[in-house]
């Protein structure tokens, strides 16, 4: 397993120990797509606002984040908010705004500040 | 999302009932033909800056824009000194805008200018508060209506110029000085300012999308503008010194009372489009910035139903309503609009040397374009200079809110940029995924 797949599977996982924060995401259903500068990818699926599968490849998503490997593995191991590479250009998103926000409000939530 | 979505964002951004005022200053101090040739010059600056901003949202596409641009090619605290300013004075600018809208309304009811304005920022920010977006083809309705219904009734106040065979001495008028001139060019670069914040759009558009949209809205704007300076340098009424409303006095002047009452509400609903939209990404900036620390904590809440940064467009209310006192008050437009033309200056040349720099600058890029963006750079902030300059009465005002809002911004800097201490450890998390 990847780095990042690996990253994104401690991520899911914290999440979903949360439960008042899945029900607050209820009817939420994307696919978001993780893309390394390094040429990675993950896939997550998202059903009803539960992650319902996790894939090692690049597959067609609602939403793309791109940020360089360290990056995108300190975000889902929770030990940086995606709000700062964001900000700075250092994390990139494509796709529906609305889509991003709620990623990030998830991320930031996680996220001990 | 299509280009002509983009260029009606783009354009209704850049043209705020505000806008008006700083035009018909250009007017007045230049007049005729030398202001459209301000406008004109600043719409060439623009249509380079257009390019230059096409490629550094191709680059990085992101919604935090500015400051990401600056941010990657020179670093955080540069990024942050050069590009919180810019929104800061934005922000100053929503003064100036409740203002004018305050006038508009006071000229079509009894309400005092004041409780105009109060009530045009509170209704805007519960909307936003609320959730709810304005949507692309409404907000194009709307730009579209405004630019042209303007732009006819100038054309209406230039033929009767000619009628009257006023025409040469409203049109040709002495020529300026070129401090005056240059001045003039400088404050032009305001009434612009905001068309490249599509560039945020990056994230929902392609590149080729908005960097088309950045060119043919910068053409727009100066067409549009010229257009409206001619038609107010050919205004036969002289204006009163008290709560005069250029756009207002075009509309009744050529159109009558229907006209006025039309073009009010359209002015009206482009400060709308504006402050709403500025409301939603200031808030997230705050937002974002609330939550690295360089803004109080407090500030980075979102209500998890309509995903809004509560706390933030709270505070950008306060602020907001604080600017407009001090507007009104201090009679502080003129201030308001110099220091957004010196802020957007600056701002406008960070971008073009940014264009220069990694990521931007694509590898063997030619001499002569690195030349010709370091010397436009040298020129904009030259104008931001002349602006400061040529402020006459309100120059101390000027410096001061430049100092404040530069001032902050470095602050702010230094405190996103300063140790982070080590994040707690996450709370224990189960081994398996999916959740299942």
């Known amino acids: ?113 | 999302m299509r280009t002509s979505d983009l260029v009606a964002t783009s354009c209704g951004t850049a043209v705020a009932a505000v806008c008006a005022l700083g035009l018909f200053q250009i007017e007045r101090t230049l007049g005729g033909v030398w202001s459209v040739a301000a406008v004109l010059v600043a719409g060439l600056a623009c249509a380079a800056l257009a390019r230059a901003f096409g490629r550094l949202a191709a680059v990085v596409p992101s919604g935090a824009s500015h400051l990401a641009y600056l941010a990657r090619a020179f670093g955080r605290p540069t990024g942050i000194a050069v590009a919180a300013p810019y929104f800061l004075l934005t922000l100053t600018l929503v003064g100036a805008e409740a203002t004018v809208v305050g006038l508009v309304v006071a000229r079509l009811t009894p309400l005092p200018v004041p409780v105009g304005a109060f009530l045009f920022l509170v209704g805007t920010w519960s909307i936003c508060r609320a959730g709810i977006q304005v949507g692309y083809r409404a907000q194009a309705v709307a730009t579209w209506t405004l630019l042209l219904g303007l732009a006819a009734l100038s054309l209406e106040a230039i033929v009767a110029a000619g009628a009257r065979g006023e025409l040469g001495a409203r049109l040709v008028p002495p020529v300026p000085d070129v401090v005056a001139f240059v001045a003039g060019v400088g404050q032009a670069l305001f009434l612009f300012m905001g068309f490249e914040l599509v560039t945020a759009q990056a994230e929902v558009a392609s590149p080729l999308t908005v960097r088309r949209a950045l060119g043919v809205s910068v053409g727009i704007l100066a067409v549009f503008y010229g257009i409206v300076s001619l038609g107010f340098s050919c205004l036969s009424g002289s204006p009163r010194a008290d709560g005069f409303v250029p756009q207002l006095a075009l509309a009744e002047e050529t159109g009558g009372p229907l006209a006025l009452v039309l073009v009010a509400l359209l002015s009206v609903l482009a400060s709308f489009t504006s402050f709403n939209g500025a409301l939603l990404s200031l808030s997230r900036f705050v937002y974002a910035l609330a939550s690295q620390g360089a803004l109080p904590r407090q500030l980075a809440g979102v209500d998890p139903t309509t995903l809004v940064p509560r706390p933030a467009v709270n505070a950008l209310l306060a602020a907001a309503i604080g600017a407009t006192a001090l507007v009104i008050v201090g009679e502080g437009i003129a201030v308001s609009i110099l220091a957004a033309a010196v802020s957007a200056s600056v701002m406008y040349a960070g971008a073009l040397l940014a264009r220069q720099r990694r990521p931007f600058a694509e590898s063997g890029r030619r001499v002569g374009p690195r030349l010709l963006g370091a010397t436009l750079a040298l020129l904009l902030a030259g104008l931001g200079a002349a602006v400061i300059l040529d402020a006459g009465a309100a120059r101390g005002g000027l410096v001061a809110l430049l100092a404040l809002a530069y001032g902050l911004a470095v602050v702010a800097a230094q405190r996103a940029t300063r140790p982070v201490r080590p994040a707690a450890r996450p709370f224990a998390a189960p081994a398996s995924a999916h959740g299942d």
């Open chain 1, 1 to 113: 397993m990847s780095r990042l797949a690996a990253a994104a599977e401690h991520f899911v996982a914290v999440y979903h120990a949360r439960p008042p924060l899945v029900a607050e995401q209820a009817g939420w259903r994307c696919v978001i797509g993780l893309r390394t500068t390094e040429g990675h990818a993950v896939t997550v699926r998202v059903e009803d606002g539960r992650i319902t599968a996790v894939a090692v490849e690049a597959e067609p998503a609602d939403l793309v984040v791109t940020a360089d490997a360290d990056t995108l593995e300190d975000i889902l191991r929770l030990r940086r908010s995606p709000n700062e590479p964001y900000l700075f250009g250092e994390l990139t998103v494509q796709g529906p705004e609305r889509d991003f926000l709620r990623l990030d409000y998830i991320a930031t939530r996680l996220c001990p500040q």
